[in-house]
């Protein structure tokens, strides 16, 4: 779906079930502080989210560690 330019991002992360970000983004760190479930993807393996100092999102590098967070969302 299409999101208008004009929509506030705060807006559409506060009425949503969690967000998923390209590492690494603002979005991630907005929806840390809106307290709702929010996951960086990866295919990159060698990206580790312990040695990220701000990392505080879940860190997913495979398809079916993204499948399984999606299916605990909803």
């Known amino acids: ?11 559409l992360i506060e009425n949503s079930i969690g967000t998923i ?6 979005t991630g760190e907005i929806t840390n502080k ?5 996951a960086f993807y ?6 580790d989210g312990d040695k990220i100092e701000f990392m ?3 860190l997913l ?7 399984t967070w999606i299916k605990e969302l909803i």
Do not use: A, D, W, Y
């Not at 970000?21 to 603002?26: A, E, G, L, V």
């Not at 809106?34 to 929010?38: A, D, G, K, Q, T």
């Not at 590098?61 to 499948?67: G, V």
């Open 1 to 11: 779906f299409v999101i208008s330019e004009r929509t506030s991002i705060k807006k």
């Open 21 to 26: 970000s390209f590492p690494i983004t603002s």
């Open 34 to 38: 809106l307290n709702i479930p929010s």
């Open 42 to 47: 990866s295919v990159n393996k060698n990206l």
């Open 56 to 58: 505080k999102n879940t």
């Open 61 to 67: 590098t495979s398809k079916k560690e993204l499948n």
